[in-house]
């Protein structure tokens, strides 16, 4: 099972949407609606930003906002701040009941 | 609260075995699956394998199989990773996390463990 394609990084500026995508196959991303993505600080444990492609979970900011189309996922920020400088995984489960990451992409508010 | 909390840092010897633990507490143990995951220096996350607390059934990734084993404790609300066989490529922080039952997702992660393997 080989890791979904991310972007390795994105920037924006303050205020500003950015867009990252995840690609995987129909293996995965486009054959199941159960893309999750994940935000995580180095030397923090990830946590969860969005789930099943657009759910928010409860305390999760509504500027953080999922989508998918075919065999690509994407995870937008909207209204960009400093606190969302960090590094974003997505995640799908595969065909097998296996789960595959993204291979992560570092957010640089500029 | 939900929490997960991992057994400390280690260090081992190249092929040597590794065991990480995971102490679920603030839900019922056997009503959530967990998950292993890890991320060596500079690289991503990795997904490593799955059991269910309820009835101790696992699932590992191909890169993995004959070398990992996954077990709980639910009398401790405990679950473990036994990681044989190691390199030091095997040298990473390890994570638990919650999923709720066929959700598909991880909700609540483990502090992670940083292993690392080194003569």
């Known amino acids: 099972q080989s890791a979904l394609t991310q972007p390795a990084s994105v920037s924006g500026s303050p205020g500003q949407s950015i867009t990252i995508s995840c690609t995987g196959t129909s293996m995965d991303v486009g054959g199941y609606d159960s893309v999750s993505w994940y935000q995580h600080h180095p030397g923090k444990a990830p946590k969860l930003m969005i789930y099943d492609v657009t759910k928010r979970p409860s305390g999760v900011s509504n500027r953080f906002s999922g989508s998918k189309s075919a065999n690509t996922a994407s995870l937008t920020i909207s209204g960009l701040q400093a606190e969302d400088e960090a590094d974003y995984y997505c995640?799908?489960?595969?065909?097998?009941?296996?789960?595959?990451f993204g291979t992560g992409t570092k957010v640089t508010v500029v | 609260q939900v929490q997960l909390v991992q057994s400390g840092a280690e260090v081992k010897m190249p092929a040597a075995s590794m065991t990480v633990s995971c102490k679920a507490s603030g839900y019922t143990f056997t009503s959530y699956y967990i998950h292993w995951v890890r991320q060596a220096p500079g690289q991503g996350l990795e997904w490593m394998g799955i059991i269910t607390p309820g009835g101790s059934t696992t699932k590992y990734t191909q890169k993995f199989q004959g070398r990992v084993t996954m077990t709980r404790d639910t009398s401790t609300s405990t679950v473990y990773m036994e990681l044989s066989s190691l390199t030091s490529e095997d040298t990473a922080v390890y994570y638990c996390?919650?999923?709720?039952?066929?959700?598909?997702?991880?909700?609540?992660w483990g502090q992670g463990t940083l292993v690392t393997v080194s003569s």
């Open positions: 995640n799908s489960i595969a065909s097998g009941s296996t789960y595959v």
């Open positions: 996390a919650r999923e709720p039952p066929r959700r598909k997702y991880f909700d609540y």
